[in-house]
Protein backbone atom coordinates (compact mmCIF):
# COMPACT_ATOMS: atom_id res chain seq x y z
CA UNK A 1 0.00 0.00 0.00
CA UNK A 2 1.69 3.19 -1.33
CA UNK A 3 4.73 1.18 -2.33
CA UNK A 4 4.72 -0.41 -5.41
CA UNK A 5 1.87 -2.11 -7.62
CA UNK A 6 0.60 -5.43 -7.38
CA UNK A 7 3.16 -6.39 -10.05
CA UNK A 8 6.00 -5.46 -8.39
CA UNK A 9 7.14 -2.53 -11.03
CA UNK A 10 6.19 0.36 -9.19
CA UNK A 11 4.14 1.46 -12.08
CA UNK A 12 1.08 3.02 -10.37
CA UNK A 13 0.04 3.90 -6.59
CA UNK A 14 -2.29 1.22 -5.46
CA UNK A 15 -5.10 3.29 -3.76
CA UNK A 16 -5.92 4.66 -7.22
CA UNK A 17 -6.37 3.39 -10.69
CA UNK A 18 -4.01 0.41 -12.64
CA UNK A 19 -1.57 1.58 -15.68
CA UNK A 20 -2.88 -0.19 -19.10
CA UNK A 21 0.22 -2.30 -18.75
CA UNK A 22 -1.00 -3.62 -15.31
CA UNK A 23 -4.30 -3.90 -16.89
CA UNK A 24 -3.24 -6.22 -20.06
CA UNK A 25 -0.98 -7.84 -17.86
CA UNK A 26 -3.35 -8.89 -15.14
CA UNK A 27 -6.00 -10.56 -17.79
CA UNK A 28 -3.01 -12.94 -18.57
CA UNK A 29 -2.56 -13.14 -14.85
CA UNK A 30 -5.55 -14.46 -13.85
CA UNK A 31 -5.82 -17.40 -16.28
CA UNK A 32 -2.49 -18.04 -14.95
CA UNK A 33 -3.80 -18.23 -11.23
CA UNK A 34 -6.88 -20.19 -11.98
CA UNK A 35 -4.08 -22.73 -13.27
CA UNK A 36 -1.89 -22.28 -9.90
CA UNK A 37 -4.71 -23.40 -7.85
CA UNK A 38 -3.61 -21.95 -4.43
CA UNK A 39 -0.97 -19.25 -5.56
CA UNK A 40 -2.67 -15.91 -4.66
CA UNK A 41 -3.19 -13.51 -7.67
CA UNK A 42 -0.39 -10.86 -6.17
CA UNK A 43 2.08 -13.35 -5.80
CA UNK A 44 1.48 -14.94 -9.54
CA UNK A 45 1.42 -11.32 -10.81
CA UNK A 46 4.94 -10.91 -9.10
CA UNK A 47 6.23 -14.13 -10.43
CA UNK A 48 5.06 -13.20 -13.86
CA UNK A 49 7.05 -10.14 -13.81
CA UNK A 50 9.90 -10.96 -12.34
CA UNK A 51 10.35 -13.56 -14.85
CA UNK A 52 9.50 -11.15 -17.40
CA UNK A 53 12.16 -9.09 -16.15
CA UNK A 54 14.79 -11.84 -16.56
CA UNK A 55 13.72 -12.93 -20.26
CA UNK A 56 13.13 -9.27 -21.62
CA UNK A 57 14.29 -6.71 -19.45
CA UNK A 58 13.49 -4.12 -21.94
CA UNK A 59 9.31 -5.14 -21.86
CA UNK A 60 8.54 -2.47 -19.72
CA UNK A 61 9.82 0.33 -21.86
CA UNK A 62 8.50 -1.06 -25.08
CA UNK A 63 4.82 -0.45 -22.88
CA UNK A 64 5.55 2.64 -21.88
CA UNK A 65 6.20 4.17 -25.02
CA UNK A 66 3.14 2.80 -26.54
CA UNK A 67 1.13 3.83 -23.73
CA UNK A 68 -0.56 7.41 -22.81
CA UNK A 69 -0.36 8.07 -19.12
CA UNK A 70 -3.72 6.55 -17.50
CA UNK A 71 -5.53 9.51 -16.38
CA UNK A 72 -5.22 13.14 -17.57
CA UNK A 73 -6.27 15.94 -15.28
CA UNK A 74 -9.14 17.89 -17.12
CA UNK A 75 -7.66 21.61 -17.48
CA UNK A 76 -10.18 23.80 -15.27
CA UNK A 77 -10.40 27.13 -17.69
CA UNK A 78 -9.82 27.46 -21.47
CA UNK A 79 -7.32 29.93 -21.59
CA UNK A 80 -3.87 27.82 -21.36
CA UNK A 81 -0.47 28.20 -21.57
CA UNK A 82 2.37 25.21 -22.18
CA UNK A 83 5.65 25.84 -20.90
CA UNK A 84 8.51 24.35 -22.10
CA UNK A 85 10.13 21.96 -19.32
CA UNK A 86 13.78 20.88 -19.95
CA UNK A 87 14.46 17.81 -18.43
CA UNK A 88 18.02 16.01 -19.09
CA UNK A 89 19.26 18.19 -21.38
CA UNK A 90 15.54 17.15 -23.34
CA UNK A 91 12.89 19.67 -23.29
CA UNK A 92 9.58 18.52 -23.69
CA UNK A 93 6.06 21.18 -22.91
CA UNK A 94 4.03 20.60 -19.85
CA UNK A 95 0.91 22.20 -19.86
CA UNK A 96 -0.06 24.47 -17.33
CA UNK A 97 -3.52 26.42 -16.35
CA UNK A 98 -3.52 29.94 -16.45
CA UNK A 99 -6.67 32.61 -16.30
CA UNK A 100 -7.06 35.97 -16.49
CA UNK A 101 -8.39 38.08 -13.79
CA UNK A 102 -8.16 41.80 -14.05
CA UNK A 103 -5.15 41.94 -16.20
CA UNK A 104 -3.26 39.37 -14.10
CA UNK A 105 -2.27 36.19 -15.07
CA UNK A 106 -3.62 33.45 -12.09
CA UNK A 107 -3.43 29.74 -12.65
CA UNK A 108 -6.45 27.89 -10.80
CA UNK A 109 -6.94 24.28 -10.46
CA UNK A 110 -9.44 24.62 -7.98
CA UNK A 111 -12.38 27.12 -6.16
CA UNK A 112 -10.83 26.38 -2.86
CA UNK A 113 -7.33 26.99 -4.16
CA UNK A 114 -5.73 30.40 -4.31
CA UNK A 115 -3.15 30.01 -7.20
CA UNK A 116 -0.29 31.86 -8.89
CA UNK A 117 0.77 35.08 -7.35
CA UNK A 118 2.69 34.15 -3.51
CA UNK A 119 3.80 37.72 -3.17
CA UNK A 120 0.67 39.85 -1.49
CA UNK A 121 -0.79 36.51 0.36
CA UNK A 122 -2.80 37.42 3.68
CA UNK A 123 -5.34 34.91 3.49
CA UNK A 124 -4.44 31.92 6.08
CA UNK A 125 -5.43 27.99 5.51
CA UNK A 126 -5.98 27.98 1.69
CA UNK A 127 -3.78 26.01 -0.63
CA UNK A 128 -1.76 28.27 -3.49
CA UNK A 129 0.97 27.72 -5.98
CA UNK A 130 3.54 29.86 -5.28
CA UNK A 131 5.54 31.13 -9.15
CA UNK A 132 8.36 29.17 -9.40
CA UNK A 133 11.20 28.70 -12.08
CA UNK A 134 13.77 27.18 -13.25
CA UNK A 135 14.55 23.54 -14.28
CA UNK A 136 11.41 21.72 -12.68
CA UNK A 137 12.03 17.87 -11.52
CA UNK A 138 10.43 15.39 -12.95
CA UNK A 139 6.96 14.53 -11.73
CA UNK A 140 7.15 11.70 -8.72
CA UNK A 141 5.63 10.34 -5.57
CA UNK A 142 6.92 8.45 -2.73
CA UNK A 143 10.32 10.95 -2.83
CA UNK A 144 11.97 12.23 0.17
CA UNK A 145 11.90 16.16 0.97
CA UNK A 146 13.92 18.27 3.70
CA UNK A 147 14.42 21.75 4.49
CA UNK A 148 17.84 23.44 5.05
CA UNK A 149 17.88 27.15 5.68
CA UNK A 150 15.39 28.02 3.39
CA UNK A 151 15.99 24.93 0.33
CA UNK A 152 13.41 22.61 -0.23
CA UNK A 153 15.83 19.50 -1.25
CA UNK A 154 13.58 16.41 -3.30
CA UNK A 155 15.64 13.60 -3.54
CA UNK A 156 14.74 9.99 -5.52
CA UNK A 157 11.15 8.75 -6.07
CA UNK A 158 9.15 6.73 -8.13
CA UNK A 159 7.70 8.36 -11.71
CA UNK A 160 5.86 6.09 -14.63
CA UNK A 161 6.85 2.79 -12.71
CA UNK A 162 10.30 3.57 -12.17
CA UNK A 163 12.62 4.78 -9.22
CA UNK A 164 14.50 7.89 -9.60
CA UNK A 165 17.75 8.69 -7.75
CA UNK A 166 18.42 12.13 -9.08
CA UNK A 167 18.58 15.53 -6.17
CA UNK A 168 16.69 19.40 -7.00
CA UNK A 169 16.31 22.04 -4.87
CA UNK A 170 13.85 24.72 -4.61
CA UNK A 171 15.10 27.75 -3.33
CA UNK A 172 11.91 29.04 -1.06
CA UNK A 173 13.05 32.97 -1.26
CA UNK A 174 13.25 33.10 -4.94
CA UNK A 175 10.98 29.81 -5.59
CA UNK A 176 13.78 28.76 -7.99
CA UNK A 177 14.39 25.16 -9.14
CA UNK A 178 17.83 23.90 -10.03
CA UNK A 179 19.80 20.37 -10.22
CA UNK A 180 22.07 19.16 -8.16
CA UNK A 181 24.59 17.06 -9.85
CA UNK A 182 26.65 15.70 -7.50
CA UNK A 183 30.36 15.12 -7.43
CA UNK A 184 32.40 11.82 -7.03
CA UNK A 185 32.61 9.99 -3.94
CA UNK A 186 32.88 7.24 -2.05
CA UNK A 187 29.48 6.55 -3.80
CA UNK A 188 28.96 8.19 -7.10
CA UNK A 189 26.29 9.11 -8.63
CA UNK A 190 26.44 6.41 -11.50
CA UNK A 191 26.09 3.92 -8.96
CA UNK A 192 23.54 5.54 -6.52
CA UNK A 193 20.66 3.00 -6.43
CA UNK A 194 17.40 4.54 -7.27
CA UNK A 195 14.85 4.65 -4.55
CA UNK A 196 11.59 5.59 -3.78
CA UNK A 197 9.52 4.94 0.01
CA UNK A 198 12.32 6.64 1.42
CA UNK A 199 12.72 8.97 4.63
CA UNK A 200 14.63 12.17 3.88
CA UNK A 201 16.05 13.99 7.33
CA UNK A 202 18.05 17.36 7.41
CA UNK A 203 21.22 16.58 9.84
CA UNK A 204 22.90 19.98 10.07
CA UNK A 205 24.65 20.46 6.45
CA UNK A 206 23.73 17.36 5.40
CA UNK A 207 20.86 15.19 3.80
CA UNK A 208 20.13 11.71 5.26
CA UNK A 209 18.37 9.23 2.88
CA UNK A 210 16.94 6.31 5.32
CA UNK A 211 15.82 3.15 3.93
CA UNK A 212 13.31 2.88 0.64
CA UNK A 213 12.54 0.16 -1.70
CA UNK A 214 14.99 -0.27 -4.95
CA UNK A 215 14.93 -2.50 -7.40
CA UNK A 216 17.93 -4.96 -6.28
CA UNK A 217 17.14 -4.14 -2.25
CA UNK A 218 19.78 -4.98 -0.08
CA UNK A 219 19.11 -7.21 3.26
CA UNK A 220 19.82 -4.53 6.03
CA UNK A 221 18.35 -0.85 6.14
CA UNK A 222 20.84 1.40 4.28
CA UNK A 223 21.79 4.81 5.30
CA UNK A 224 22.65 7.37 2.88
CA UNK A 225 24.35 10.90 3.36
CA UNK A 226 24.39 14.00 0.76
CA UNK A 227 27.38 16.41 2.27
CA UNK A 228 25.71 20.01 0.91
CA UNK A 229 29.15 21.38 1.11
CA UNK A 230 30.87 19.35 -0.82
CA UNK A 231 27.54 17.89 -3.34
CA UNK A 232 28.97 14.27 -2.34
CA UNK A 233 27.06 11.44 -1.72
CA UNK A 234 28.47 8.50 0.67
CA UNK A 235 27.27 5.54 2.85
CA UNK A 236 26.81 5.91 6.96
CA UNK A 237 28.83 3.27 8.15
CA UNK A 238 26.58 2.09 11.36
CA UNK A 239 27.63 -0.30 14.32
CA UNK A 240 25.03 -2.99 15.61
CA UNK A 241 22.36 -5.20 13.59
CA UNK A 242 20.71 -2.55 11.29
CA UNK A 243 17.10 -3.50 10.74
CA UNK A 244 15.74 -5.39 7.66
CA UNK A 245 16.02 -3.19 4.41
CA UNK A 246 12.19 -1.67 3.93
CA UNK A 247 10.40 1.34 2.55
CA UNK A 248 7.01 3.22 3.40
CA UNK A 249 8.28 3.92 6.94
CA UNK A 250 8.05 6.30 9.46
CA UNK A 251 11.88 8.32 10.34
CA UNK A 252 11.75 10.48 13.12
CA UNK A 253 14.65 12.92 14.23
CA UNK A 254 14.47 12.68 18.23
CA UNK A 255 17.48 14.98 19.17
CA UNK A 256 20.11 12.63 18.16
CA UNK A 257 18.57 9.78 17.50
CA UNK A 258 16.96 8.53 14.65
CA UNK A 259 13.35 6.64 15.54
CA UNK A 260 12.35 4.22 12.70
CA UNK A 261 8.47 2.69 12.96
CA UNK A 262 7.39 0.06 10.20
CA UNK A 263 7.32 0.23 6.22
CA UNK A 264 7.33 -3.27 3.95
CA UNK A 265 10.44 -5.14 3.96
CA UNK A 266 11.57 -6.30 0.07
CA UNK A 267 8.87 -9.53 0.34
CA UNK A 268 6.17 -7.14 0.84
CA UNK A 269 5.66 -8.13 4.07
CA UNK A 270 3.87 -5.35 6.72
CA UNK A 271 6.18 -4.77 10.00
CA UNK A 272 5.80 -3.19 13.27
CA UNK A 273 8.95 -3.02 14.38
CA UNK A 274 10.88 0.02 16.15
CA UNK A 275 14.62 0.71 16.10
CA UNK A 276 16.44 3.09 16.87
CA UNK A 277 20.18 4.49 15.41
CA UNK A 278 22.10 6.99 17.61
CA UNK A 279 23.34 9.35 15.28
CA UNK A 280 26.43 10.11 18.02
CA UNK A 281 27.60 6.59 18.68
CA UNK A 282 26.03 5.22 14.61
CA UNK A 283 25.01 2.37 16.87
CA UNK A 284 21.51 0.25 16.07
CA UNK A 285 19.39 -0.76 18.86
CA UNK A 286 16.15 -3.05 18.51
CA UNK A 287 13.87 -1.60 20.94
CA UNK A 288 11.25 -3.96 22.78
CA UNK A 289 8.51 -1.91 23.82
CA UNK A 290 5.95 -3.00 26.53
CA UNK A 291 2.58 -2.30 25.51
CA UNK A 292 0.41 -3.68 22.07
CA UNK A 293 2.00 -1.23 19.06
CA UNK A 294 0.55 -0.57 16.30
CA UNK A 295 -0.36 -3.16 13.66
CA UNK A 296 1.97 -3.75 10.68
CA UNK A 297 1.61 -1.16 8.34
CA UNK A 298 3.63 1.02 5.90
CA UNK A 299 3.21 4.51 4.61
CA UNK A 300 1.83 6.12 7.31
CA UNK A 301 3.11 9.14 9.69
CA UNK A 302 5.22 9.60 12.49
CA UNK A 303 5.61 13.14 14.84
CA UNK A 304 7.38 13.64 18.26
CA UNK A 305 6.09 15.98 20.77
CA UNK A 306 8.29 18.05 23.67
CA UNK A 307 10.97 15.23 22.59
CA UNK A 308 9.33 12.35 24.48
CA UNK A 309 6.51 11.09 22.82
CA UNK A 310 5.96 9.59 19.02
CA UNK A 311 2.79 9.86 17.90
CA UNK A 312 1.90 7.04 14.95
CA UNK A 313 -1.07 7.85 12.80
CA UNK A 314 -3.05 5.65 9.55
CA UNK A 315 -0.95 4.23 7.51
CA UNK A 316 -2.22 0.62 5.74
CA UNK A 317 -1.95 -2.68 5.07
CA UNK A 318 -2.07 -4.62 1.93
CA UNK A 319 -5.91 -4.07 2.01
CA UNK A 320 -6.89 -1.65 4.91
CA UNK A 321 -6.24 1.88 5.59
CA UNK A 322 -6.01 2.96 9.26
CA UNK A 323 -6.96 6.31 11.12
CA UNK A 324 -5.59 5.25 14.50
CA UNK A 325 -3.71 7.02 16.98
CA UNK A 326 -0.90 5.64 18.85
CA UNK A 327 2.17 7.03 21.43
CA UNK A 328 4.87 5.73 22.46
CA UNK A 329 6.73 7.69 25.48
CA UNK A 330 10.61 7.12 24.85
CA UNK A 331 11.34 7.76 28.32
CA UNK A 332 9.85 5.06 29.35
CA UNK A 333 9.35 2.73 26.24
CA UNK A 334 5.26 2.40 26.80
CA UNK A 335 2.78 2.23 24.07
CA UNK A 336 -0.12 3.58 24.47
CA UNK A 337 -3.71 4.39 22.46
CA UNK A 338 -5.22 7.12 23.79
CA UNK A 339 -8.81 8.90 22.44
CA UNK A 340 -8.82 10.97 20.20
CA UNK A 341 -11.29 14.38 20.08
CA UNK A 342 -12.46 16.68 17.57
CA UNK A 343 -13.36 15.44 14.18
CA UNK A 344 -11.22 11.98 13.84
CA UNK A 345 -10.10 11.79 9.95
CA UNK A 346 -11.06 9.46 7.93
CA UNK A 347 -8.90 6.07 7.36
CA UNK A 348 -5.86 7.16 4.85
CA UNK A 349 -2.61 6.40 3.67
CA UNK A 350 0.44 7.73 1.78
CA UNK A 351 -0.60 10.98 3.64
CA UNK A 352 2.56 13.72 5.01
CA UNK A 353 2.57 15.28 7.87
CA UNK A 354 4.66 17.80 9.58
CA UNK A 355 4.35 19.82 13.05
CA UNK A 356 4.23 23.78 13.77
CA UNK A 357 4.83 23.89 17.68
CA UNK A 358 2.12 21.44 19.46
CA UNK A 359 -0.01 21.59 16.26
CA UNK A 360 0.64 18.42 13.74
CA UNK A 361 -0.43 19.03 9.96
CA UNK A 362 -1.76 15.90 7.75
CA UNK A 363 -2.39 16.28 4.07
CA UNK A 364 -3.08 13.85 1.07
CA UNK A 365 -3.82 10.31 1.52
CA UNK A 366 -5.48 7.50 0.20
CA UNK A 367 -8.65 5.40 1.12
CA UNK A 368 -8.48 2.87 -1.53
CA UNK A 369 -10.85 4.98 -3.51
CA UNK A 370 -9.76 8.54 -3.89
CA UNK A 371 -7.46 10.99 -2.65
CA UNK A 372 -8.31 12.44 0.35
CA UNK A 373 -9.39 16.49 -0.15
CA UNK A 374 -8.97 17.54 3.67
CA UNK A 375 -6.03 19.10 5.62
CA UNK A 376 -6.27 18.31 9.32
CA UNK A 377 -4.80 19.56 12.26
CA UNK A 378 -3.92 17.62 15.55
CA UNK A 379 -3.50 19.49 18.58
CA UNK A 380 -1.07 17.55 20.08
CA UNK A 381 -1.57 18.71 23.58
CA UNK A 382 -5.36 18.10 23.95
CA UNK A 383 -5.31 15.49 21.02
CA UNK A 384 -8.41 17.24 19.37
CA UNK A 385 -8.74 17.13 15.55
CA UNK A 386 -10.15 20.09 13.11
CA UNK A 387 -10.20 20.90 9.93
CA UNK A 388 -8.26 23.08 8.15
CA UNK A 389 -9.67 23.45 4.42
CA UNK A 390 -10.51 20.70 2.22
CA UNK A 391 -9.98 20.80 -1.59
CA UNK A 392 -12.30 20.15 -4.42
CA UNK A 393 -11.35 17.66 -7.61
CA UNK A 394 -8.27 15.81 -8.70
CA UNK A 395 -6.06 18.32 -7.56
CA UNK A 396 -1.70 17.33 -5.98
CA UNK A 397 -2.61 18.27 -2.22
CA UNK A 398 -5.18 15.39 -2.18
CA UNK A 399 -2.79 12.44 -3.60
CA UNK A 400 -1.01 9.91 -2.01
CA UNK A 401 2.64 9.65 -1.83
CA UNK A 402 3.36 13.66 -1.36
CA UNK A 403 5.62 15.50 0.49
CA UNK A 404 5.02 17.79 2.87
CA UNK A 405 7.62 20.54 4.64
CA UNK A 406 7.45 23.50 6.82
CA UNK A 407 9.58 26.90 6.46
CA UNK A 408 9.27 30.55 6.89
CA UNK A 409 7.76 33.31 4.82
CA UNK A 410 7.66 36.91 5.97
CA UNK A 411 8.07 35.57 9.56
CA UNK A 412 5.22 33.41 9.69
CA UNK A 413 5.20 29.04 9.18
CA UNK A 414 4.42 28.01 6.14
CA UNK A 415 3.59 24.45 4.87
CA UNK A 416 5.19 23.40 1.25
CA UNK A 417 3.98 20.39 -0.05
CA UNK A 418 5.15 18.88 -3.84
CA UNK A 419 4.63 16.25 -6.01
CA UNK A 420 2.30 12.76 -5.06
CA UNK A 421 0.09 10.61 -7.23
CA UNK A 422 -3.93 11.16 -7.59
CA UNK A 423 -4.01 9.03 -11.49
CA UNK A 424 -1.36 11.16 -12.82
CA UNK A 425 2.46 11.94 -11.77
CA UNK A 426 2.55 15.21 -10.25
CA UNK A 427 5.81 17.79 -9.84
CA UNK A 428 3.69 20.61 -8.60
CA UNK A 429 4.70 23.17 -5.56
CA UNK A 430 1.86 24.67 -3.27
CA UNK A 431 1.94 26.26 -0.24
CA UNK A 432 -0.61 26.72 2.74
CA UNK A 433 0.21 29.41 5.88
CA UNK A 434 -1.84 27.91 8.64
CA UNK A 435 -3.80 30.02 11.05
CA UNK A 436 -3.35 27.50 13.87
CA UNK A 437 -0.11 28.59 16.05
CA UNK A 438 1.39 27.07 19.28
CA UNK A 439 -0.21 28.30 22.34
CA UNK A 440 1.62 27.08 24.89
CA UNK A 441 5.19 25.29 24.76
CA UNK A 442 4.25 21.76 26.92
CA UNK A 443 6.52 20.70 29.21
CA UNK A 444 4.66 16.93 30.12
CA UNK A 445 6.07 14.95 33.22
CA UNK A 446 3.47 12.45 33.00
CA UNK A 447 3.57 8.88 31.52
CA UNK A 448 1.01 9.00 28.93
CA UNK A 449 -0.34 11.98 27.05
CA UNK A 450 -4.12 11.81 28.33
CA UNK A 451 -3.05 12.19 31.85
CA UNK A 452 -0.65 14.59 31.47
CA UNK A 453 -1.89 17.29 28.82
CA UNK A 454 -3.38 20.40 30.02
CA UNK A 455 -6.80 21.07 27.67
CA UNK A 456 -5.49 24.26 26.75
CA UNK A 457 -7.93 25.59 24.15
CA UNK A 458 -6.31 27.25 21.05
CA UNK A 459 -6.71 31.09 21.83
CA UNK A 460 -5.36 32.25 18.49
CA UNK A 461 -8.23 30.84 16.30
CA UNK A 462 -10.59 32.45 19.17
CA UNK A 463 -9.55 35.75 19.00
CA UNK A 464 -9.06 35.97 15.25
CA UNK A 465 -12.82 34.77 15.42
CA UNK A 466 -13.90 37.29 17.85
CA UNK A 467 -12.05 40.44 16.01
CA UNK A 468 -13.71 39.18 12.27
CA UNK A 469 -17.29 39.39 14.03
CA UNK A 470 -16.07 42.95 15.69
CA UNK A 471 -15.09 44.24 12.47
CA UNK A 472 -17.52 43.19 9.94
CA UNK A 473 -19.80 44.36 12.59
CA UNK A 474 -18.15 47.83 12.83
CA UNK A 475 -18.15 47.71 8.74
CA UNK A 476 -21.90 47.36 9.07
CA UNK A 477 -22.70 50.00 11.07
CA UNK A 478 -20.78 52.40 9.08
CA UNK A 479 -22.22 51.30 5.93
CA UNK A 480 -25.60 51.84 7.81
CA UNK A 481 -24.09 55.46 8.42
CA UNK A 482 -23.65 56.38 4.99
CA UNK A 483 -26.73 55.08 3.37
CA UNK A 484 -28.48 56.89 6.28
CA UNK A 485 -26.43 60.77 5.43
CA UNK A 486 -26.48 59.51 1.44
CA UNK A 487 -28.83 61.42 -1.16
CA UNK A 488 -31.42 59.00 -1.85
CA UNK A 489 -31.79 59.33 -5.30
CA UNK A 490 -27.60 59.61 -5.69
CA UNK A 491 -27.52 55.93 -3.57
CA UNK A 492 -30.54 54.73 -5.51
CA UNK A 493 -28.20 55.54 -9.15
CA UNK A 494 -25.32 54.09 -7.58
CA UNK A 495 -27.32 50.10 -6.63
CA UNK A 496 -28.40 50.10 -10.12
CA UNK A 497 -24.48 50.71 -11.49
CA UNK A 498 -23.79 47.87 -8.76
CA UNK A 499 -26.11 45.72 -10.06
CA UNK A 500 -25.72 46.34 -13.67
CA UNK A 501 -21.94 45.74 -12.91
CA UNK A 502 -22.47 42.17 -11.10
CA UNK A 503 -25.08 41.29 -14.30
CA UNK A 504 -22.31 41.71 -16.40
CA UNK A 505 -20.18 39.76 -14.19
CA UNK A 506 -22.38 36.82 -14.36
CA UNK A 507 -22.94 36.53 -18.12
CA UNK A 508 -18.99 37.18 -18.20
CA UNK A 509 -19.13 34.21 -16.39
CA UNK A 510 -21.86 32.36 -17.84
CA UNK A 511 -20.14 32.80 -21.26
CA UNK A 512 -17.30 31.03 -19.83
CA UNK A 513 -18.80 28.05 -18.45
CA UNK A 514 -20.38 27.67 -21.41
CA UNK A 515 -16.99 27.83 -23.31
CA UNK A 516 -15.61 25.59 -20.44
CA UNK A 517 -18.38 23.06 -20.70
CA UNK A 518 -17.77 23.02 -24.37
CA UNK A 519 -14.66 21.84 -23.96
CA UNK A 520 -15.08 19.48 -21.43
CA UNK A 521 -17.26 17.73 -24.51
CA UNK A 522 -14.33 17.92 -26.92
CA UNK A 523 -12.41 15.96 -24.31
CA UNK A 524 -14.73 13.78 -23.30
CA UNK A 525 -15.43 13.16 -26.96
CA UNK A 526 -11.17 12.46 -27.57
CA UNK A 527 -11.40 10.11 -23.96
CA UNK A 528 -14.38 7.80 -25.78
CA UNK A 529 -11.86 7.75 -29.03
CA UNK A 530 -9.20 6.77 -26.93
CA UNK A 531 -11.23 4.18 -24.80
CA UNK A 532 -12.57 2.39 -28.44
CA UNK A 533 -8.83 2.35 -29.58
CA UNK A 534 -8.02 0.03 -26.25
CA UNK A 535 -11.36 -1.69 -26.59
CA UNK A 536 -9.76 -2.74 -29.90
CA UNK A 537 -6.61 -3.40 -28.65
CA UNK A 538 -7.73 -4.93 -25.28
CA UNK A 539 -9.67 -7.52 -28.13
CA UNK A 540 -6.38 -8.51 -29.72
CA UNK A 541 -4.75 -8.85 -26.75
CA UNK A 542 -7.63 -11.51 -25.62
CA UNK A 543 -7.14 -13.08 -29.25
CA UNK A 544 -3.34 -13.92 -28.39
CA UNK A 545 -4.21 -14.93 -25.12
CA UNK A 546 -6.74 -17.43 -26.18
CA UNK A 547 -3.70 -19.07 -28.32
CA UNK A 548 -1.56 -18.91 -25.65
CA UNK A 549 -4.26 -20.94 -23.73
CA UNK A 550 -4.69 -23.33 -26.75
CA UNK A 551 -1.06 -23.85 -26.10
CA UNK A 552 -1.16 -24.11 -22.62
CA UNK A 553 -3.47 -26.86 -22.95
CA UNK A 554 -1.32 -28.86 -25.81
CA UNK A 555 1.46 -28.63 -23.19
CA UNK A 556 -0.49 -29.87 -20.72
CA UNK A 557 -0.89 -32.92 -22.80
CA UNK A 558 1.59 -33.20 -23.64
CA UNK A 559 3.21 -33.21 -19.93
CA UNK A 560 0.44 -36.34 -19.10
CA UNK A 561 1.31 -38.40 -21.99
CA UNK A 562 5.13 -38.12 -20.96
CA UNK A 563 4.21 -38.31 -17.22
CA UNK A 564 2.80 -41.90 -17.95
CA UNK A 565 5.45 -43.23 -20.25
CA UNK A 566 7.45 -42.28 -17.18
CA UNK A 567 5.11 -44.52 -15.01
CA UNK A 568 5.51 -46.61 -17.65
CA UNK A 569 9.34 -47.05 -17.77
CA UNK A 570 8.98 -47.23 -13.72
CA UNK A 571 7.02 -50.16 -14.32
CA UNK A 572 8.95 -51.88 -16.63
CA UNK A 573 12.23 -51.49 -14.91
CA UNK A 574 11.29 -52.99 -11.72
CA UNK A 575 9.88 -56.25 -14.00
CA UNK A 576 13.44 -55.90 -15.58
CA UNK A 577 14.64 -56.21 -11.87
CA UNK A 578 12.96 -58.84 -11.03
CA UNK A 579 13.94 -60.85 -13.72
CA UNK A 580 17.96 -60.34 -12.95
CA UNK A 581 17.04 -61.32 -9.71
CA UNK A 582 15.34 -64.82 -11.08
CA UNK A 583 18.43 -65.63 -13.48
CA UNK A 584 21.46 -64.92 -10.79
CA UNK A 585 19.08 -67.42 -8.67
CA UNK A 586 19.55 -70.04 -11.45
CA UNK A 587 22.98 -69.58 -12.38
CA UNK A 588 23.63 -70.27 -8.50
CA UNK A 589 21.66 -72.73 -8.07
CA UNK A 590 23.08 -74.41 -10.99
CA UNK A 591 26.67 -73.70 -10.07
CA UNK A 592 25.91 -75.03 -6.52
CA UNK A 593 24.79 -78.96 -8.08
CA UNK A 594 27.76 -78.40 -10.49
CA UNK A 595 30.04 -78.83 -7.13
CA UNK A 596 28.14 -81.40 -5.79
CA UNK A 597 29.08 -83.40 -8.88
CA UNK A 598 32.68 -82.77 -9.55
CA UNK A 599 32.75 -83.82 -5.17
CA UNK A 600 31.36 -88.08 -5.75
CA UNK A 601 33.31 -90.58 -7.12
CA UNK A 602 34.37 -93.85 -4.45
CA UNK A 603 33.97 -91.96 -1.40
CA UNK A 604 30.36 -90.99 -2.13
CA UNK A 605 29.92 -94.43 -2.94
CA UNK A 606 31.35 -95.72 0.37
CA UNK A 607 29.27 -92.83 1.78
CA UNK A 608 26.18 -94.45 0.49
CA UNK A 609 25.40 -91.34 -1.72
CA UNK A 610 23.92 -92.71 -4.90
CA UNK A 611 25.05 -91.77 -8.60
CA UNK A 612 23.69 -88.77 -10.33
CA UNK A 613 21.69 -89.94 -13.52
CA UNK A 614 23.48 -88.92 -16.43
Not at 478 to 505: F, Q, R
Not at 520 to 541: F, G, H, T
Request: charged content about 20%.
Amino acid sequence: MGQVCLLGHTCCFPHFVYCLPCILSMIFLFYIWNQLGNMSSTEAMRLFVKILEEEDPGWYSRASNSVVEPVIDVQMNHNSKVEPVIENGNSYPETKTISTLNGSEVGTQDKDIVVEGFGPVGVYDQWITPPVSGQRPKARYEHGAAVVQDKLYIYGGNHNGRYLNDLHVLDLRSWTWSKIEANSGAESPTTLVPCAGHSLISWGNKLLSIAGHSKDPSESLQVKVFDLQTATWSALKTFGKAPVSRGGQSVTLVGENLVIFGGQDAKRTLLNDLHILDLETMTWDEIDAVGVPPSPRSDHTAAVHVERYLLIFGGGSHATCYNDLHVLDLQTMEWSRPTQLGEIPTPRAGHAGVTVGENWFIVGGGDNKSGVSETVVLNMSTLAWSVVTSVQGRVPVASEGLSLVVSSYDGEDVLVSFGGYNGRYNNDVYVLKPSHKSTLQSKITGNSIPDSVSAVPNATNATRDLESEFEAGHEGKNWEAALDNADPAKSKGDLISVLKAEKEELESSLSKEKLHALQLKQELAEAESRNSELYKELQSVRGQLASEQSRCFKLEVEVAELGQKLQTIGTLQKELELLQRQKAASEQAAMNAKQRQSSGGVWGWLAGAPPDDA
